[in-house]
Nanobody, 123 residues
């Protein structure tokens, strides 16, 4: 079992930045690929970014490329999502997720989920 706890969400103006953190406990963190997903009201949960266990493979949804950066610190059992140049359409609850094997862009491939952290971007 892996327990995931997100933090770092909040209210920010358009153009601002936030850094989300996801702290993992339980099984060996370095053995898991990690993903960030988000869900806006009335919409399905969508992929945002993913990183392999080694950090060598990274994926982003097109809408955040050049603005968001996913990273991980296996010594701290933490994965991060640095979000710059935020837009109102980035408003959502952000979730981190973990899975064994390779990183994936599909929410159905992830076995463990955090409780989510709210990100609100005002215009």
């Amino acid at each position: 079992q892996v327990q995931l706890v997100e933090s770092g969400g909040g209210l920010v103006q358009a153009g601002g930045s936030l850094r989300l953190s996801c702290a993992a406990s339980g099984r060996t963190f370095s053995g898991y690929a990690m993903g960030w997903f988000r869900q806006a009201p009335g919409k399905e949960r969508e992929f945002v970014a993913a990183i392999s266990w080694s950090g060598n493979s990274i994926y982003y949804v097109d809408s955040v490329k050049g603005r968001f950066t996913i990273s991980r610190d296996n010594a701290k059992n933490t994965v991060y999502l640095q979000m710059n140049s935020l837009k109102p359409e980035d408003t959502a609850v952000y979730y981190c997720a973990a899975r064994t094997l390779r990183a994936s862009t599909s929410k159905y491939d992830y076995d463990y989920w955090g409780q989510g952290t709210q990100v609100t971007v005002s215009s």
